[in-house]
């Protein structure tokens, strides 16, 4: 029996056995999602489908993106403890730019990765704005399209229909928060009004951090340096919507949001000898703004029609990475952007015709990139491009419907893509590329269909099954970077030939839910072709290192296994647990992917008692074993408790505190490490002991 088999018979099992588990299973409350772009109850939703709402988010101390995913198995937030921070997600092993991220139903700007780290990364969204973050693992590429080929990460942002209506037309809130890991503090200040027919809010936040307070200890310059750089982070986003029709069935909501991120940092590792040159002092100066401008028109109706929406939206990213390096040979000074631009149209419509629920729309997008550097030496200034200027134009259709044969509830969906990229090449460019690069129009299309079923196997049991596939065009980048760094001794050279990636999948699950108990166990596999990554065609005199190029892999496989179990023991305990295990690997070399995580689980209990409550939560990682370099460091496995609560100060005024990693443990997540060498290992350790607090206010 061949492998593939084997895995399929294993998830089969593994689903089937659930019943024999259904007495430990996390609590489905009645939380509403949108991942499904219809509004639905978490509980009727399959297992691939989860949220995580504004209690969590206030529990965990959500201060950004990693601590904003903190606790949902099978994803993880990769980052740069050195100098940029997150750069994006992975679920399920499937990272950065294949996984679409979207707030308020828009998507957000692409990453831009060099190496392992992220030149632009994707932590773009203020956590204390955020009312609600829906998450799908796994192709979605039949509602969501192009990019949503390994999940979908949907933030939700406040309304004013959540602080205010007509029995309460004014509100005020403020919250001050402190994250000890980092020193950091923020304060967040909410004003919302409400009139006959509408209603405004206005969030301000302010947020200051320093570096990671690991538990390193050489303090030293260079390369072997283990203690964080010294850096200071400050952030400011502002959040303003009004909603016209505030009551009725029609509603008009306009949204402005304002991100600004500064962060400097003193890079202390990366003074010392190079190549030819000795750097005696490096500082960086790094910003990152993004915009977005909204205007969204809703309709509820109790007819055929049951609803509408369409969303127009204009978002901007600007980032500049500054940086200045004293060497022996002068002083030099680099200014590297990355900009990217997004206008959108999203319109769907939803209707109730007899038995079936019908979901047709349409999403078009156009995306204009561009990457500049511009390094000056002495007298001399240059200009540098990695890949041209470049238009993408995205262009969708869906249709779903959702409609029952007996007990079995069958939701068949359909989506059609068509993506054209068209570069830009000027003179810049083919100067970095040492000579002319050829450059075209590259223009693809799918059809991504879905299948998804529910039907009832017992009493409180409901079983879950998908047959999903994914779609994802080359991005801007791939096809036309070029890179020459003669004093590493490496270059990157262009591929025109790049083919768009697809993927195939099948998710069986079942939910569980009786009186106090109630769980969920999910099992996947997913096949990805023509998968894009880069590969070493070789090394010359002049690339003593390697030439590196992005090619399509013949096959990439991933399949894995979920669980969430809860158990409300009294009116006052809950006790709740998860587990994520996940494989993969090139099906043709068998090299491991790199970026699946190892086995991790959790379990909680969360006590209340009228006004004050606690919270204590394990978290056990695995060690590493499979990585796809022998020379690579693989992160030992690890064991973590917090432990926190919150008291009720009055009716209006809530003080929350945790201590985390009470242990104080040293500790690696693989998500940061996964391209790591050398012995300098303790400069990507997580936090010791470190406390995190907040005090919020409302009115």
Request: with cysteine.
């Amino acid at each position: 029996m061949s492998k593939d088999r084997i895995t399929l018979a294993g998830i089969c099992l593994t689903t089937v056995a659930l019943p024999v588990f259904a007495d430990s299973p996390t609590v489905l409350d009645t939380t509403t999602v949108t991942a499904n772009r219809i509004s639905e109850q978490l509980a009727d939703t399959a297992p691939n489908i989860s949220a995580v709402g504004r209690k969590q988010l206030d529990r965990q101390h959500a201060s950004d993106l990693d601590s904003l995913l903190a606790q949902e198995p099978g994803v993880s937030v990769s980052g740069d403890q050195g100098r940029r921070g997150n750069a994006g997600v992975t679920i399920r092993g499937i990272e950065t730019n294949r996984i679409l991220m979207q707030v308020d139903g828009t998507r957000l700007p692409d990453a831009y990765m060099s190496g392992s780290s992220a030149i632009s990364g994707r932590d773009l969204v203020e956590p204390d704005t955020l009312r609600q973050i829906d998450i799908i693992k796994g192709p979605a590429s039949a509602l969501f399209g192009s990019d949503a080929i390994g999940g979908v990460i949907s933030q939700h942002t406040f309304e004013p229909a959540d602080f205010v209506d007509r029995d309460k037309p004014l509100h005020f809130g403020l919250k001050q928060s402190y994250y000890g890991a980092r020193h950091g503090s923020a304060t967040t200040a909410t004003v919302a009004a409400a009139g006959d027919n509408t209603a405004a809010m206005l969030m301000l936040t302010q947020r200051r951090a320093h570096q990671l307070d690991t538990p390193a200890s050489r303090d030293i310059e260079g390369g072997q340096r283990t203690v964080a750089d010294p850096q200071l982070t400050d952030t400011r986003n502002v959040l303003a919507k009004v909603a016209l029709g505030q009551d009725g069935p029609h509603q008009l909501l306009l949204g402005v949001e304002s991100f600004d991120r500064q962060r400097q940092t003193e890079l202390l590792s990366a003074r010392g000898a190079a190549t030819g040159y000795s750097v005696r002092d490096r500082d960086s100066d790094d910003d990152t703004r993004r915009q977005r401008y909204s205007a969204e028109y809703r309709y509820q109706g109790d007819g055929s029609l049951a609803a509408a929406n369409l969303k127009l939206y204009q978002q901007t990213l600007r980032n500049e990475d500054k940086a200045v390096e004293v060497r022996n040979t002068g002083t030099r000074y680099e200014n590297h952007r990355f900009d990217q631009d997004i206008s959108g149209l999203d319109g769907q419509l939803e209707w109730r015709l007899g038995e079936h629920r019908v979901l047709t729309g349409i999403e078009a997008t156009r995306t204009d990139t561009a990457r500049l550097t511009r390094t000056t030496a002495g007298s001399t200034t240059s200009s540098s491009k990695t890949f041209p200027d470049n238009r993408s134009e995205r262009l969708g259709l869906f249709v779903q419907d959702q409609f029952r044969l007996g007990s079995l509830t069958v939701t068949p969906a359909l989506r059609y893509d068509r993506y054209t990229m068209t570069p830009q090449s000027d003179a810049i460019y083919q100067a970095s590329s040492g000579g002319a690069v050829p450059v075209s129009r590259f223009q693809d299309s799918a059809w991504s269909p879905r299948l998804g079923l529910s039907l009832p196997l017992a009493d409180g049991i409901t079983g879950f099954a998908n047959l999903s596939t994914g779609f994802r065009a080359p991005p801007f980048d791939s096809s036309f970077m070029t890179f020459n760094n003669a004093q590493a001794g490496y270059r990157i050279i262009p591929n025109a030939k790049l083919k768009s990636e697809t993927s195939r999948g099948i998710e069986l699950g079942s939910k569980y839910q009786r009186g106090s108990v109630s769980g969920q166990l999910t099992a996947f596999y997913n096949r990805y072709s023509h998968f894009i990554d880069t590969v070493t065609l070789g090394s010359d005199r002049a690339s003593p290192r390697g030439i590196f190029q992005y090619q399509n892999l013949d096959s990439v496989q991933t399949h894995g296994v979920e669980a969430r179990a809860g158990w409300q023991a009294n009116n006052s305990l809950l006790l709740d647990g998860s587990l994520a295990w996940a494989h993969g690997s090139n099906r043709k070399t068998g090299t491991p992917l790199n970026s699946i995580d190892p086995l991790k689980a959790t379990l909680g209990a969360h006590y209340q008692q009228g006004q004050w409550g606690s919270d204590v939560l394990i978290t056990l990682v695995a060690a590493k074993t499979r990585a796809a370099s022998a020379s690579q460091f693989k992160a030992p496995g690890y064991g973590t408790l917090d432990m926190g609560g919150w008291l009720k100060l009055g009716k209006q005024t809530t003080l929350r505190a945790t201590v985390h990693n009470v242990g104080d443990k040293k500790y690696w997540q693989w998500a940061d490490v996964k391209n790591i060498t050398g012995s300098a290992v303790d400069f990507y350790a997580q936090a010791g002991r470190s406390v995190s607090a907040s005090l919020e206010t409302r009115f």
